[in-house]
């Protein structure tokens, strides 16, 4: 009882955030031809870092030309100069802790597949209810599946990039923020998302929580999180706080911190939206016609992934079918020329995903 007192009167003290924003359309093209892509991207900030980094952007903000904001007088990451989004990048760099994690989807791949998706998805969470323990939950499972399955392939697609935008911060966060002097910010995980409609009440939101948190328990049961033996010790914040007899208890992590917001008044999101804008021009101009890669490099020294994840790719395809990456060669050779020393220095997330499904080829195919 007693160490619990004290690691309770520590972990109330700082929390993590995760702010989380998108850009694109996520409007699947109707040819294989059309190039696009969709960028979702989560900031994690260790609260003891927030202040500087808001104060910095504050300041960024202010130095703004009225073009580079919306009507509402918000910073729009779509509107900035090439200037401002160096100086953007810039901020990111210099504030310690500040983890930049993109998730992106090639969607010209899905052209013929589209109309797949709900029922793609759909059928995986039958799967996972069948093996599910508890009742309850597979109970829960089964009724998300059904209402998967009335989703427009939009609305799976945005769900499903969300999913694995909040899977890679989380995981980062708990890899490379439980030390000192971040080991005392995990009283919570406050997870803080643009609003996906202007519908409070629409049936996307409705469903998004939910399915959120049910996708992440099966992603966690495939994929534990990665602790580290010498840090994350029986006294840790984190090990205090979220670890169950049965393992780290993700509905409690990201269950209880997760609320919608409007960008125009919470500045974290208003990061998150540039950082998706400027990660979004680099996959759509992959040839450089616009000189968008130098802002796209310059933010990522802020992600700790290796230059072959890009910025974040996933793939939504159905099993049977090959995503086609090969167009995407120079963005990862500018990484790798960018950030050498990740090559063979920095052991990522994804680079670990894949040396356990090469050690289990019947462990999880994909990570959504």
């Known amino acids: ?5 004290v690691s309770c009167h520590r972990y109330d003290q700082s929390p993590m955030r995760i702010f989380i924003d998108e850009s694109g359309s996520f409007q699947i093209p109707k040819s294989a031809a059309d190039h696009s892509a969709a960028v979702v991207v989560g900031v994690v900030v260790p609260e003891i870092r ?27 990451g779509s509107r900035l100069s090439s200037a401002s989004r160096a100086r953007f990048a810039d901020i990111l760099a210099s504030v310690p802790g500040v983890m930049i994690l993109p998730v992106t989807a090639d969607l010209s791949d899905l052209a013929d597949h589209a109309e797949e998706l709900p029922s793609h998805l ?7 209810a069948a093996i599910c323990v508890h009742k309850t939950m597979r109970d829960e499972v089964l009724t998300l599946s059904r209402q998967v399955a009335n989703l427009s392939a939009q609305e799976v697609l945005k769900l499903l990039l969300y999913t694995e935008s909040i899977q890679e911060c989380v995981h980062h966060a708990v890899l490379y923020l ?28 409705q469903v998004f929580k939910v399915m959120l948190l049910s996708w992440l328990t099966a992603w ?38 997760m609320r919608w917001v409007d960008s125009t008044k919470e500045p974290g999101v208003q990061i998150a939206d540039i950082a998706a ?76 995903r894949q040396e356990r499904r090469s050690k289990n080829p019947k462990a999880a195919r994909a990570t959504i």
């Open 178 to 205: 439980s030390e000192p002097p971040y080991r005392d910010c995990w009283s919570t995980v406050d997870i803080l998302i643009d609003r996906l409609t202007k519908n409070p009440t629409g049936r996307e939101k």
């Open 1 to 5: 009882m007693k160490a619990c007192c």
């Open 277 to 352: 804008a400027i990660t979004f021009s680099a996959v759509h101009d992959l040839r450089n016609h616009d000189n968008r890669l130098p802002e796209c490099l310059s933010l990522m020294r802020c992600c700790p992934y290796v230059p072959e994840d890009g910025p974040g790719f996933v793939t939504l395809l159905p099993d049977g079918h090959t995503p086609h990456v090969d167009k995407y060669v120079g963005l990862v050779r500018a990484l790798a020329a960018k950030f050498p020393k990740r090559q063979w220095q920095y052991r990522g997330l994804r680079q670990m």
């Open 122 to 128: 759909s059928k995986s969470l039958r799967e996972h």
């Open 220 to 257: 966690s049961a495939r994929n534990p999180l990665t602790l580290i033996e010498q840090v994350h010790t029986a006294d840790h914040p984190f090990v205090q706080r979220f670890n169950t007899e049965a393992g780290i208890d993700m509905r409690l992590l990201v269950g209880e911190g």
């Open 50 to 76: 927030e202040q500087a980094l808001l104060d910095q952007f504050a300041r960024f903000v202010k130095g703004l030309d009225k073009s580079e904001r919306n009507g509402s007088g918000e910073p729009k």
